[in-house]
C-alpha cells in the first residue's frame, strides 16, 4: 500500500462565508502547490473530540478562531497553529493581522483630518479586537490626545447586527466626537446604516474607517475606508508555519503576522482616486509609459508595487492598454476590441472596485492631457483627439461589461448554489432513510466522493460504521458495513489521488442533533464558497441529513409505540370481552348484603346488564344492601357516575341501598373535579372497610360464609293507623 502524502488537519467552527472561506482557500492552495492534503474538519477541538478524529491521518493541526479544548490537542503532540486567536495556554505559533499597523494608520489618518475626539466600537472578546483597540490606544498616546473611556463602544459582536447596536449610544454622544475607529468592515456597515436612518452624514457628521476589506467595503454608500488584510494570506501562512513545525524546524511561539494595508476611501472624509492622482502628479516625466504603467496597477491593487516589480507581471494589459492610446493619438493600427476586453477581465480580477476601475480610464484621459501640452504633442489635431476619445470610450465600457460579467458569474454561481441546496433539502427531508444514507443526493452538489459513518455504540463513539458510500467518477469507496476506528476515517487509503495536490478537499461533518450523536459525514469536494455565508452549502447538508435521520428514527420510534398501543389495545379487548363473557356476577355476602364486583369499562349496554342484575337481585335475596365494588374499572366519569346513580335509585325503589366500594382517593379528586355529584351514594375505600362498617349496624355472615335472607318483614296493617313500636 502506497504511504500517505502529508495531511494537515483543520479545525473550524465554519466552513463557508468572506472570513473562513478565504482562510481554508490559502491553506489549501498553500498546500496544493507542495503536494499536500488538507482535511478540514467542522468544528472546535474539544466540539471534535480532537485528536481523536482523524488522528492518524494527520501530521498537523490548524485551529481556526475558537480553540476551546485545545489543551488536549496540544497534549496529543503534533505540529500546532492557530489562526486569528491566541492561545498562550499550549505555546504555539499564532498568525495574526497585523493588527497594531493597521489600526494605527487608520487612526493617524483621522487624527491628520484634524479629529481629537475619536472612538472606538468593537466586540472585545475576540483577540484581534483587543489587539485593535491597544494600538488606537497608543496611537492617541502618541499624537498627545488623551485617552476617555467614554468613546468606547463595546459591540455584541462582529456583524452587522453589533454595530447598529452600538449607534445608539454612539447618537447619545454624537456632540462629543467626530470619528470612529472600527474594529471590523461588518460593525462598521451596520453602524453607518443605523447612523444614516437616524440623518446623520457620514463623513461630515462622522468620520469612520472599518477593518477588513470586504466587498461590501467598497459598494457601501460612501465606500467605507479600510484596512486591507488577506484572509488568505492568514491560511497561507498558517500552512507554511505548520509545515515547517512537519519538517523539524524550530518555529517560535506567539504571534507571526500578515500584513495589512490602509485603505483610503470615502468615509474618512477622503476623495481616493483624486488623492492618488494628486500624488502622482509630481512624478518624474521621464519614461511616461513605465509611470503611467506603474501608477495604473497600483491604483487597481491599491498598493504601491515593491522596487523593481514590472507593472505588466502584475497586469500584462496594462502595457497594451498604454499602447492603444499612443496608437489613437498617433493614428497608427489600433488596439483590437477584443484585447482591450481581455485587458479589462483581467483587471476586474485584480479589484471589484468600480471606481478604481474608472480611475483607469482617468489616468489615460491625464496622459492623453499631458501628451498634448508637451512640446510636438498632438496639438489641436482634431482627428486625434477624437480617436483618442472613441479609445477611451471603448475603455470605459468594456471595463463596465467587464464588471457586469463577473457580477453576473457571481449571481450565475449563487444560483447555482440555491438549486443545488433546493434539490438537496427535497432529497433529505422528502426521502427515506434509506434514501438519505445512501448519499445519491450528492449528485445534485459539487462533491465528488463522500463516505458515512454511523457510530458503532452511541455511547463510546470509538468505531464508525459505514453506512453509506458515494462516488462520481466510481472511484473506491468503503464498503457498507465495515467498520473504522475513529482516529482512522475515514480510510486514507481510499480517499482520491485528487486530494493529495489536486483541487479537491476532504471535508468531515459530524452529523449531530439536540437530542443525538449521529456519526460523521466525509466528502470530497472543491473548497468552500465566499458567497455561501457563514454557514454555507456544507453545513447545510449536515444539518439536513441530520434532522432526515432524526425524523426518521422518530417515525420509527412512533412506529413502535403505535405497535405498543395496538397490543396493547387487543389485549384490552380481549379482556373486555371476557368480562362481558363474565356478566355481572352477584355474589350473596352477609344476611341481606349484595356484592357486586365491577370489572372493565362501563359503558351503556355493562350500565343496563348492571342495573338488571341488581333489581333481580334485591328481589329474588330480598337484600336491603347492595355493594357495588368499581375497583375494577379503568375510569370513573360522568357517564360511570350516572350508571352508578340510576342503579342507586332503581334499589332503593326495592328498599334496598347502594354502597360504592373502592372509591380510592384519586377517584375521589376526579369526582370532584368533574363536578361530579353522587348525592346520596354512600361510598368506600375498600371491601374491608365497607363490611366493617355492616358488620356495626348488626349484619353478620352466615355460617359458612354465604349470607341468609332476612326474615319477612311483618304484615304492614291493612287499616288504620300504623302500630306503634313497643
Known amino acids: 500500500m502506497p504511504s500517505r502524502p502529508t495531511t494537515l488537519g483543520v479545525l473550524t467552527p465554519f466552513l463557508d462565508g468572506f472570513y473562513f472561506s478565504a482562510v481554508l482557500r490559502g491553506i489549501h492552495a498553500a498546500a496544493q502547490e507542495r503536494g499536500h492534503r488538507v482535511v478540514v474538519i467542522r468544528g472546535t477541538p474539544e466540539y471534535v473530540e480532537a485528536p481523536s478524529l482523524a488522528r492518524d491521518q494527520v501530521d498537523g493541526w490548524i485551529v481556526v478562531l475558537d480553540t476551546d479544548g485545545i489543551e488536549r490537542l496540544a497534549r496529543a503532540g503534533v505540529p500546532l497553529v492557530t489562526v486569528s ?35 472606538f466600537v468593537g466586540f472585545m472578546e475576540q483577540d484581534d479586537t483587543r489587539a485593535r483597540f491597544a494600538s488606537y490606544k497608543q496611537t492617541l498616546a502618541e499624537a498627545g490626545i488623551p485617552f476617555d473611556p467614554g468613546l468606547v463602544f463595546e459591540t455584541e459582536n462582529n456583524w452587522y447586527s453589533g454595530g447598529q447596536q452600538a449607534a445608539e449610544a454612539l447618537i447619545a454622544r454624537r456632540g462629543e466626537l467626530t470619528a470612529a475607529v472600527v474594529a471590523t468592515d461588518k460593525n462598521a456597515l451596520g453602524l453607518m446604516s443605523a447612523l444614516q436612518a437616524a440623518g446623520l452624514r457620514i463623513p461630515e457628521d462622522l468620520a469612520i474607517t472599518g477593518f477588513d476589506d470586504l466587498t461590501e467595503a467598497q459598494w457601501a454608500a460612501p465606500p467605507l475606508t479600510t484596512v486591507r488584510q488577506r484572509f488568505d494570506g492568514l491560511g ?157 470610450e471603448q475603455l470605459r465600457l468594456s ?10 458569474e457571481f449571481v450565475a454561481e449563487l444560483g447555482k448554489l440555491v438549486r443545488s441546496d433546493h434539490e438537496v433539502s427535497l432529497a433529505l427531508l422528502g426521502g427515506t432513510q434509506e434514501e438519505a444514507r445512501s448519499l445519491a443526493w450528492l449528485d445534485s452538489t459539487s462533491a465528488v466522493w463522500s463516505c458515512l459513518g454511523l457510530w458503532e455504540d452511541p455511547e463510546t463513539r470509538a468505531r464508525l460504521v459505514v453506512t453509506g458510500a458515494y462516488s462520481r467518477d466510481g472511484s473506491p469507496t468503503p464498503a457498507l458495513g465495515s467498520v473504522h476506528p475513529l482516529e482512522a476515517f475515514p480510510p486514507a487509503e481510499l480517499l482520491p489521488p485528487s486530494t493529495a495536490g489536486g483541487p479537491f478537499t476532504v471535508t468531515l461533518l459530524p452529523i449531530r442533533t439536540l437530542q443525538r450523536d449521529w456519526g460523521v459525514l466525509a466528502t470530497v469536494g472543491p473548497g468552500s464558497l465566499e458567497i455561501a455565508g457563514d454557514e454555507g452549502t456544507v453545513a447545510i447538508w449536515g444539518a439536513l441529513l441530520s434532522a432526515a435521520l432524526e425524523r426518521d428514527a422518530l417515525v420509527q420510534s412512533l412506529s413502535e409505540q403505535h405497535a405498543s398501543l395496538q397490543e396493547a389495545y387487543q389485549r384490552e379487548r380481549a379482556l373486555s370481552a371476557a368480562v362481558r363473557a363474565l356478566g355481572c356476577p352477584l355474589i ?24 338488571d342484575t341488581v333489581v333481580e337481585g334485591v328481589s329474588r335475596h330480598r337484600a336491603r344492601c347492595v355493594l357495588l365494588d368499581i375497583t375494577g374499572v379503568p375510569v370513573v366519569d360522568a357517564q360511570v357516575a350516572h350508571a352508578l346513580q340510576q342503579t342507586h335509585r332503581a334499589a332503593a325503589l326495592l328498599g334496598a341501598r347502594v354502597i360504592l366500594v373502592g372509591v380510592r382517593p384519586e377517584i375521589a379528586a376526579r369526582l370532584v373535579a368533574l363536578d361530579i ?34 326474615p319477612d318483614p311483618p304484615p304492614a296493617p291493612r287499616s288504620g293507623r300504623r302500630r306503634e313500636r313497643e
Open 399 to 408: 471595463l463596465s461589461l467587464a464588471r457586469l460579467d463577473a457580477e453576473r
Open 85 to 119: 486567536t491566541c492561545a498562550p495556554e499550549v505555546g504555539c505559533p499564532t498568525v495574526m493581522p497585523d493588527n497594531e499597523n493597521g489600526i494605527r494608520s487608520a487612526a493617524r489618518h483621522l487624527i491628520e483630518h484634524g479629529h481629537r475626539r475619536i472612538a
Open 236 to 392: 497561507r501562512l498558517a500552512c507554511d508555519l505548520v509545515l515547517a513545525q512537519i519538517a523539524g524546524e524550530v518555529v517560535p511561539a506567539g504571534p507571526a503576522l500578515a500584513p495589512t494595508m490602509f485603505v483610503q476611501r470615502r468615509t474618512c472624509g477622503c476623495n481616493a482616486l483624486q488623492g492618488f492622482l494628486r500624488a502622482r502628479d509630481a512624478a518624474p516625466d521621464e519614461d511616461p509609459s513605465g509611470v503611467l504603467a506603474r501608477q495604473m496597477v497600483e491604483l487597481l491593487v491599491s498598493h504601491p508595487l515593491p522596487p523593481g516589480t514590472p507593472p505588466a507581471s502584475v497586469w500584462p494589459g496594462v502595457t497594451r492598454l498604454i499602447e492603444g492610446l499612443t496608437a489613437a493619438l498617433e493614428g497608427t493600427t489600433p488596439l483590437p476590441a477584443a484585447e482591450i476586453d481581455d485587458a479589462c477581465q483581467h483587471a476586474v480580477r485584480l479589484t471589484p472596485d468600480v471606481e478604481n476601475l474608472m480611475g483607469i480610464a482617468r489616468l489615460l484621459e491625464r496622459s492623453r492631457r499631458r501628451r498634448r501640452a508637451r512640446p510636438g504633442g498632438a496639438g489641436d489635431d482634431e482627428a486625434a483627439e477624437d480617436r483618442a476619445e472613441a479609445f477611451l
Open 588 to 611: 350473596p355476602l352477609l344476611r341481606g348484603v349484595l356484592l357486586v364486583p365491577l370489572i372493565g369499562e362501563l359503558d351503556g349496554d355493562r350500565a343496563q346488564q348492571v342495573l
Open 677 to 710: 355529584d353522587l348525592g346520596d351514594l354512600a361510598t368506600h375505600q375498600s371491601l374491608s372497610s365497607a363490611l366493617d362498617d355492616l358488620a356495626r349496624k348488626g349484619l353478620r355472615p352466615r355460617r359458612g360464609g354465604a349470607a341468609s335472607p332476612p
